[in-house]
């Protein structure tokens, strides 16, 4: 799992996921591989906010921007539970791949829909609102992400948002554009009427927002 730098206390970190419970065979072997190459997913103690914060609004319908290879797509398949929905939705049709043999062995591939393509595009393909949003693409694309996202939440439902913290780098240095993608996505949720918003600083910071 990626260790992250100067949000949390290593020592307090390493506490906190040794606290974590055993995964399942699939999710482990998903942690694993990521962790083997570079694969940046949210590891099991942020998926466990996700899986918490859907299950306390009874999401339903969950719309995912920037998939990868499914470890968060799985989480939230489980949140849902059985007739719920998730998109996963992702640039690589590579990853999706992966992500189905993955989706079919967690038990979970009736209720996601693959989508490839860009996450920002796509969302304009389907109608409806939906419960909870998961966003979590190239960081450059942030304020755009929110800008399509957003309106797309019912009232009560959730934007959740992976790397508010960017590695601390958002309250240091850096000018580089997703450095100040995320700044400009972290002004935008904290100054929008829509929302109220969190950052928790767990691992590389977690936003959630709050539709009103
Ligand atoms: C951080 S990873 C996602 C990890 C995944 N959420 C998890 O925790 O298991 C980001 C993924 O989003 C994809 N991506 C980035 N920007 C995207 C976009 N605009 N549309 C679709 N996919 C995007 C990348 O190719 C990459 O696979």
Redesign the pocket.
């Known amino acids: 799992m990626r260790r992250m730098n100067g949000i949390t206390d290593k020592d307090v970190e390493r506490y906190m996921d040794e606290l974590l419970p055993a995964r399942d065979d699939v999710l482990r072997e ?1 942690e694993e591989r ?1 962790e083997r190459e570079s ?5 099991p103690a ?2 466990r906010v996700l899986y918490q914060y859907a299950r306390l609004i009874g999401a339903r319908r969950v719309f ?10 799985i989480w939230l398949a489980r949140a849902v539970g059985e007739g719920g929905k998730v998109y996963y ?4 049709r590579r ?1 999706a791949d992966d992500a189905r043999a993955y989706f079919e062995r967690a038990g979970v591939a009736d209720r996601i829909e693959i989508l490839v ?6 969302i304009d393909t389907l109608e409806g609102e939906f419960d909870l949003i ?1 966003n ?3 960081k450059h ?1 942030y304020p755009d ?1 929110f800008r399509k996202a957003a309106p797309r939440i019912r009232s009560g439902g959730l934007l959740v948002t ?2 508010a913290l960017w590695y601390g780098r958002v309250a240091r240095e850096g000018t580089d554009p997703d450095t100040e993608g995320v700044r400009e996505f972290n002004r935008l949720i904290y100054s929008s009427d829509d929302l109220y918003s969190v950052i928790l600083p767990i691992r590389d910071g977690l936003a959630v927002c709050l539709k009103r």
């Open positions: 998903m990521a694969i940046p997913i949210i590891g942020v998926a995912e921007m920037g998939s990868a290879i499914g470890y968060s797509t939705t992702d640039g690589s990853n393509g860009d996450s920002r595009d796509l998961f979590d693409v190239d694309q992400a992976d790397n």
